[in-house]
Nanobody, 119 residues
């Protein structure tokens, strides 16, 4: 059964750090590129960081140099280290394959984890 569970989101002050985790069910995830997406209030969901099965990474300009994506294929886990956070980073964060998992004709998403950057 496919399942994605994100965790680690919380209230953090500007300039602070946070580490998000994603637990993915199913051993096949190690074969796929994985990504962290985020959706700010009133905005669409956007891919901000990706990591290939072999470990190569790529980032959106908005987070480059501040965020780091990593994965542990043996544990089916994906992580997002967030440093020097800004108010613009406030959003719900989701992990998923790239492209997102399709189940019965629709994209499957976990519940996400909420990050709020505020003093």
């Amino acid at each position: 059964q496919v399942q994605l569970v994100e965790s680690g989101g919380e209230l953090v002050q500007p300039g602070g750090s946070l580490r998000l985790s994603c637990a993915a069910s199913g051993s096949i995830f190690s074969m796929y590129a994985m990504g962290w997406y985020r959706q700010a209030p009133g905005d669409q969901r956007r891919l901000i960081a990706r990591i290939e099965s072999g470990g190569d990474t790529n980032y959106a300009d908005s987070v480059k140099g501040r965020f780091t994506i990593s994965r542990d294929n043996a544990k089916n886990m994906v992580f997002l280290q967030m440093n020097s956070v800004k108010s613009d980073d406030t959003a719900a964060y989701y992990c998923n394959t790239i492209p997102p998992i399709r189940l019965r004709g629709t994209d499957y998403w976990g519940e996400g984890t909420l990050v709020t950057v505020s003093s």
